[in-house]
C-alpha cells in the first residue's frame, strides 16, 4: 500500500505468512529460553543459575516476549486480541521484538563484561540471543511504513519503520457501559503502580537498565497500537474518576514495599516534582527563565527549619506544622516579590543571569549567616541539623503505624503528606493556568509585546507568575526540611551531581512538557530515579545520563507529554501539507483571484 511520500512494504523481503509464523516461533523460543540457565555462576546479580525459574534480568525478557507473542497472535487473527492493536499496523510487533531483543543482549552483553568473556555463558544464554535475534529480523520482514519523500534525510528514512508514522482513524471499539469504561481506567492506573513500584524498587543497577529498555519500547509500541489514544478519550471523558484513580493509585504504593528505602525515595521524588511543577508556572506558563529557582526552596526549608523547634534553631519558638508551612510559603513569596520586583522588567537571558545571581547569592548568604561572617541565623555552613520529626492532631509522624496489617515507616507518612502538598499544587496550578490570569501569562510567553499592546500589564502579570513560582516551592520546601531532618546551603546549588538543583528542575520542566501538568511531573521522577539508580556506573553515570537526555530532545523536543501547541511548533511540516492545485468546474461563481 502506498500513501503521499509513505509506503507500507517490508524492510526484509520475507513472505509475510512465512515472516508472521518465524517471529512467533521466535517470540515462544525466546520465552521458554528464559526457564533455563543463562550463566553458571551467581557473580551476575539477580541469579541466573537456576534452571526451570526465571530471576533478575531473565524475567524482563519473559515478559518481552510474552508482549510479543501477545501481538503476534493478534496480528494472525485471532479472536479477542483484537483490541490490542486497534491502529492495525506492525509497527507495535517490531517495537515489542526490539524491545525484547534489546532486553536480552544487554543481559548477554553485560554478564560477558562483567564475568570476563562469553565462556561464562550458559547455552540459555546463547539461544535466548539467537532466538530474539531471530523475532526480530522477521518482523523486520512484515509490512512496515517506509518513507519515500526524496527530501527527507537518511536517518529519517531509517528510522520510520521503528518510530512509524502518526495512526489513522483507529477501528471502532465496540460499546461501553460507563462503569466497564471505569473499571478499564481503574486498572490502567493499578498495572501503573504495579509498574512503577516495581521499577523504582530495583534492587541493581543491571536491572533497572533493563527495565528503562524494555518499558521505553513497551510505552512506544503502545502509543503506535492506539491504546494510549483510547485510554486518553476515557479518561478526558471520566476525569473526576481518573483524577481520583490516579491519586488512590500513589495512595496505595507505600503498601508496595516492605523496607522504607524506596518509599524515602518516593517522598524525595514528590518534592522535586511539585518543586518542578512550580518552576512550570514561571517557565512553562509565563516563558520566564529562571536559574535560580531551588533557592525558593531552601527559603521554605530554612524558614521550617528556623521555627520546628530544634534546638539548632537560634530562635527559640516551635510552630505548629501549618503555621510553619503558611511561615515558610510566605517568606518565599515575599523573596520572589523583592528579587521579581526590580528585576522582571529584563527579559531573556538578562534575566536569566539575574535569577542565576540570585540563587547563588542565597546559597553564599545561607553560609555566610554563622556569627563570624554576619549574624548567627542559620548556623552557616553546618546548617540546621537535629530538625524533629512532625506531630499533626496527636499523629507521630516518625513512628511507625500499623494500617490495614501493613506496618509502614516513618517515611510513609511523609509521603502521604507530600502527597496531600502535591494535589494541592496540582489544583492551583491547574485553576491558574485556566484563568484569566493564565491565559495572560501564555500571552505573555508568546509575544509580550503584543500583549501589552492589547492591554495586558506585563510587569503586573510576570510578578505574579514568579511569586506564585516562589510560593510553591516554599511551600515544599517546609516538608523537606522534616523529611531530610537537616538542611544546609549546599543542598541548593545551581547544578549538582543528583537534584534538586536549579538546572535539574529546569531540565524536569522542558523535557517533561512546559506548560502541562503531568510533564513536569514525570520529567521530575525520571531526572530523580535516573541518576539515583544509575550509581553503578561511577565515572561514566553522567556521560550515559547525557547521552539519553540528547536523545529524548532529538525525537521528543517538545517534552514527553506536549500540548498541543508545542506539538504543532516542533513538527509543523506535518501540519502545513497544502493540497494539489485542482481546476474548479466551469461555471463556478463567486471566486476571483486578487491581482499583484
Given at each position: 500500500?502506498?500513501?503521499?511520500?509513505?509506503?507500507?512494504?517490508?524492510?526484509?523481503?520475507?513472505?509475510?505468512?512465512?515472516?508472521?509464523?518465524?517471529?512467533?516461533?521466535?517470540?515462544?523460543?525466546?520465552?521458554?529460553?528464559?526457564?533455563?540457565?543463562?550463566?553458571?555462576?551467581?557473580?551476575?546479580?539477580?541469579?541466573?543459575?537456576?534452571?526451570?525459574?526465571?530471576?533478575?534480568?531473565?524475567?524482563?525478557?519473559?515478559?518481552?516476549?510474552?508482549?510479543?507473542?501477545?501481538?503476534?497472535?493478534?496480528?494472525?487473527?485471532?479472536?479477542?486480541?483484537?483490541?490490542?492493536?486497534?491502529?492495525?499496523?506492525?509497527?507495535?510487533?517490531?517495537?515489542?521484538?526490539?524491545?525484547?531483543?534489546?532486553?536480552?543482549?544487554?543481559?548477554?552483553?553485560?554478564?560477558?563484561?562483567?564475568?570476563?568473556?562469553?565462556?561464562?555463558?550458559?547455552?540459555?544464554?546463547?539461544?535466548?540471543?539467537?532466538?530474539?535475534?531471530?523475532?526480530?529480523?522477521?518482523?523486520?520482514?512484515?509490512?512496515?511504513?517506509?518513507?519515500?519523500?526524496?527530501?527527507?534525510?537518511?536517518?529519517?528514512?531509517?528510522?520510520?519503520?521503528?518510530?512509524?508514522?502518526?495512526?489513522?482513524?483507529?477501528?471502532?471499539?465496540?460499546?461501553?457501559?460507563?462503569?466497564?469504561?471505569?473499571?478499564?481506567?481503574?486498572?490502567?492506573?493499578?498495572?501503573?503502580?504495579?509498574?512503577?513500584?516495581?521499577?523504582?524498587?530495583?534492587?541493581?543497577?543491571?536491572?533497572?537498565?533493563?527495565?528503562?529498555?524494555?518499558?521505553?519500547?513497551?510505552?512506544?509500541?503502545?502509543?503506535?497500537?492506539?491504546?494510549?489514544?483510547?485510554?486518553?478519550?476515557?479518561?478526558?471523558?471520566?476525569?473526576?474518576?481518573?483524577?481520583?484513580?490516579?491519586?488512590?493509585?500513589?495512595?496505595?504504593?507505600?503498601?508496595?514495599?516492605?523496607?522504607?528505602?524506596?518509599?524515602?525515595?518516593?517522598?524525595?521524588?514528590?518534592?522535586?516534582?511539585?518543586?518542578?511543577?512550580?518552576?512550570?508556572?514561571?517557565?512553562?506558563?509565563?516563558?520566564?527563565?529562571?536559574?535560580?529557582?531551588?533557592?525558593?526552596?531552601?527559603?521554605?526549608?530554612?524558614?521550617?527549619?528556623?521555627?520546628?523547634?530544634?534546638?539548632?534553631?537560634?530562635?527559640?519558638?516551635?510552630?505548629?506544622?501549618?503555621?510553619?508551612?503558611?511561615?515558610?510559603?510566605?517568606?518565599?513569596?515575599?523573596?520572589?516579590?523583592?528579587?521579581?520586583a526590580p528585576t522582571l522588567r529584563l527579559r531573556g537571558d538578562y534575566l536569566?543571569?539575574?535569577?542565576?545571581?540570585?540563587?547563588?547569592?542565597?546559597?553564599?548568604?545561607?553560609?555566610?549567616?554563622?556569627?563570624?561572617?554576619?549574624?548567627?541565623?542559620?548556623?552557616?555552613?553546618?546548617?540546621?541539623?537535629?530538625?524533629?520529626?512532625?506531630?499533626?492532631?496527636?499523629?507521630?509522624?516518625?513512628?511507625?503505624?500499623?494500617?490495614?496489617?501493613?506496618?509502614?515507616?516513618?517515611?510513609?507518612?511523609?509521603?502521604?503528606?507530600?502527597?496531600l502538598v502535591t494535589a494541592l499544587v496540582v489544583t492551583i496550578f491547574a485553576?491558574?493556568?485556566?484563568?484569566?490570569?493564565?491565559?495572560?501569562?501564555?500571552?505573555?510567553?508568546?509575544?509580550?509585546?503584543?500583549?501589552?499592546?492589547?492591554?495586558?500589564?506585563?510587569?503586573?502579570?510576570?510578578?505574579?507568575?514568579?511569586?506564585?513560582?516562589?510560593?510553591?516551592?516554599?511551600?515544599?520546601?517546609?516538608?523537606?526540611?522534616?523529611?531530610?531532618?537537616?538542611?544546609?546551603?549546599?543542598?541548593?546549588?545551581?547544578?549538582?551531581?543528583?537534584?534538586?538543583?536549579?538546572?535539574?528542575?529546569?531540565?524536569?520542566?522542558?523535557?517533561?512538557?512546559?506548560?502541562?501538568?503531568?510533564?513536569?511531573?514525570?520529567?521530575?521522577?525520571?531526572?530523580?530515579?535516573?541518576?539515583?539508580?544509575?550509581?553503578?556506573?561511577?565515572?561514566?553515570?553522567?556521560?550515559?545520563?547525557?547521552?539519553?537526555?540528547?536523545?529524548?530532545?532529538?525525537?521528543?523536543?517538545?517534552?514527553?507529554?506536549?500540548?498541543?501547541?508545542?506539538?504543532?511548533?516542533?513538527?509543523?511540516?506535518?501540519?502545513?501539507?497544502?493540497?494539489?492545485?485542482?481546476?474548479?468546474?466551469?461555471?463556478?461563481?463567486?471566486?476571483?483571484?486578487?491581482?499583484?
Amino acid at each position: 500500500m502506498t500513501t503521499t511520500n509513505h509506503e507500507t512494504t517490508p524492510v526484509i523481503p520475507l513472505p509475510e505468512a512465512g515472516a508472521r509464523l518465524t517471529l512467533a516461533v521466535g517470540a515462544i523460543a525466546t520465552l521458554a529460553s528464559t526457564f533455563l540457565s543463562w550463566t553458571y555462576t551467581t557473580d551476575f546479580p539477580g541469579d541466573l543459575t537456576v534452571t526451570g525459574y526465571p530471576g533478575g534480568l531473565q524475567v524482563l525478557t519473559l515478559v518481552g516476549a510474552a508482549l510479543t507473542l501477545l501481538y503476534a497472535a493478534a496480528g494472525f487473527g485471532i479472536r479477542g486480541l483484537g483490541w490490542l492493536n486497534p491502529a492495525g499496523s506492525n509497527t507495535p510487533l517490531l517495537l515489542m521484538a526490539l524491545g525484547t531483543f534489546a532486553t536480552t543482549w544487554f543481559t548477554v552483553i553485560a554478564i560477558a563484561a562483567e564475568l570476563g568473556g562469553i565462556v561464562n555463558l550458559d547455552p540459555g544464554g546463547f539461544i535466548a540471543a539467537a532466538a530474539s535475534l531471530i523475532a526480530l529480523l522477521a518482523a523486520l520482514g512484515l509490512p512496515l511504513p517506509r518513507d519515500t519523500d526524496p527530501t527527507s534525510t537518511g536517518f529519517a528514512r531509517a528510522t520510520t519503520p521503528i518510530l512509524g508514522t502518526a495512526h489513522g482513524r483507529l477501528k471502532q471499539p465496540k460499546a461501553l457501559n460507563s462503569w466497564a469504561e471505569i473499571g478499564i481506567i481503574i486498572v490502567a492506573f493499578a498495572l501503573g503502580l504495579f509498574v512503577a513500584a516495581y521499577g523504582i524498587a530495583t534492587p541493581y543497577g543491571e536491572l533497572f537498565v533493563g527495565f528503562l529498555i524494555l518499558a521505553g519500547f513497551a510505552l512506544g509500541a503502545l502509543a503506535r497500537a492506539g491504546l494510549t489514544t483510547r485510554l486518553k478519550a476515557l479518561t478526558t471523558k471520566h476525569r473526576q474518576v481518573t483524577v481520583g484513580a490516579a491519586f488512590a493509585a500513589a495512595a496505595v504504593f507505600p503498601f508496595t514495599q516492605k523496607t522504607d528505602e524506596f518509599t524515602l525515595l518516593a517522598v524525595s521524588i514528590l518534592i522535586f516534582a511539585t518543586v518542578a511543577l512550580g518552576l512550570n508556572v514561571v517557565v512553562g506558563l509565563a516563558g520566564l527563565l529562571d536559574l535560580g529557582y531551588v533557592a525558593f526552596l531552601g527559603v521554605g526549608a530554612y524558614t521550617a527549619a528556623l521555627v520546628s523547634g530544634t534546638t539548632a534553631s537560634t530562635f527559640d519558638v516551635k510552630f505548629p506544622f501549618w503555621a510553619a508551612a503558611l511561615t515558610g510559603a510566605a517568606a518565599s513569596l515575599i523573596f520572589g516579590v523583592l528579587i521579581g520586583a526590580p528585576t522582571l522588567r529584563l527579559r531573556g537571558d538578562y534575566l536569566a543571569i539575574v535569577t542565576l545571581g540570585f540563587g547563588e547569592i542565597f546559597r553564599i548568604a545561607m553560609g555566610n549567616l554563622d556569627g563570624t561572617s554576619g549574624p548567627n541565623i542559620t548556623n552557616g555552613p553546618n546548617g540546621i541539623p537535629n530538625i524533629p520529626d512532625l506531630k499533626i492532631l496527636g499523629y507521630d509522624f516518625g513512628a511507625e503505624h500499623t494500617i490495614l496489617g501493613f506496618t509502614l515507616g516513618s517515611y510513609a507518612n511523609y509521603f502521604w503528606l507530600m502527597l496531600l502538598v502535591t494535589a494541592l499544587v496540582v489544583t492551583i496550578f491547574a485553576r491558574a493556568g485556566n484563568s484569566r490570569i493564565g491565559r495572560a501569562w501564555v500571552a505573555i510567553r508568546e509575544d509580550e509585546t503584543a500583549a501589552t499592546a492589547m492591554g495586558i500589564n506585563g510587569f503586573r502579570v510576570k510578578l505574579i507568575a514568579f511569586a506564585l513560582g516562589a510560593t510553591l516551592a516554599g511551600l515544599a520546601g517546609t516538608v523537606q526540611a522534616h523529611v531530610q531532618h537537616t538542611v544546609v546551603p549546599e543542598m541548593y546549588v545551581f547544578a549538582g551531581p543528583v537534584p534538586p538543583s536549579s538546572a535539574f528542575l529546569l531540565a524536569a520542566v522542558i523535557l517533561g512538557g512546559m506548560g502541562t501538568i503531568t510533564g513536569p511531573l514525570l520529567g521530575a521522577t525520571l531526572l530523580y530515579v535516573i541518576p539515583t539508580k544509575l550509581q553503578f556506573l561511577n565515572d561514566y553515570q553522567l556521560l550515559f545520563f547525557g547521552i539519553a537526555l540528547v536523545l529524548l530532545m532529538r525525537f521528543r523536543p517538545e517534552g514527553i507529554v506536549a500540548n498541543k501547541r508545542q506539538q504543532l511548533e516542533y513538527h509543523e511540516t506535518d501540519q502545513l501539507a497544502v493540497p494539489e492545485d485542482t481546476t474548479l468546474p466551469e461555471g463556478t461563481v463567486g471566486v476571483s483571484k486578487a491581482g499583484a
